[in-house]
């Protein structure tokens, strides 16, 4: 992932904890819009990291051990702890998002993980497609962050195709280096 700038992981949650993560009757559901040059078509919301349920903030503390454990092991630095948390529903047939790169705001790694239904994912080099999967529940799609493993780092350009059958779930962690809510440049 430090040289690609991407992996996947096909089995990363149990149906059991997704459905621990999936739902959160606090959160405030928004449509998304266009931002910048960034097309897409869903509803989202936000919680700042540590204001989400306990088997949240396990998950994604979890997943920056052992992710900075393997780092370390490689002569990587440790990534930083996540902040921020975003759920994105992406209805069936319309649902997408265009081909981005998160902004530079967004350091260390992107998790996102699919909680319900499928959608063609790719990333995105100087020539085309330089891989695409179909997601699932359960499915963790990782992204280099700015500024890791170096300063210079970015991430990949990506984007999602709409859901052929049904609605799409996804939770997305990151670490914004300006704290939690502090925004980011389109």
Not at 19 to 31: K, T
Not at 47 to 69: H, M, N
Not at 85 to 111: K, L, M, N
Not at 152 to 169: A, F, K, L, Y
């Amino acid at each position: 992932m430090s040289e690609q700038g991407w992996t996947k992981i096909p089995e990363a949650l149990t149906t059991a904890v997704i459905d621990q993560v999936r739902e959160d009757d606090r959160r405030q559901w928004r449509l998304l819009g266009d931002e910048g040059g960034v097309q897409q078509h869903a509803f989202g919301s936000y919680l700042p990291f540590d204001e989400t349920l306990p088997a949240v903030r396990a998950l994604g503390d979890r997943l920056v051990a052992d992710l900075s454990d393997a780092a370390l092991r490689l002569g990587l630095p440790a990534l930083p702890r996540f902040n921020e948390v975003t759920w994105g529903r992406y209805p069936a047939g319309t649902g997408r998002i265009s081909a981005h790169q998160d902004p530079a705001e967004y350091g260390g790694v992107i998790a996102v993980f699919t909680l319900q239904g499928q959608a063609l994912f790719r990333i995105l080099d100087g020539q085309g497609t330089a891989a695409e999967w179909q997601t699932g529940p359960g499915q963790l799609a990782l992204l280099r962050g700015a500024g890791w493993p170096r300063p210079d780092s970015r991430c990949p350009v990506h984007e999602v195709m709409p859901p052929q059958v049904g609605d799409r779930t996804i939770m997305t962690f990151r670490h914004n280096l300006g704290g939690a809510g502090a925004g980011y440049m389109v």
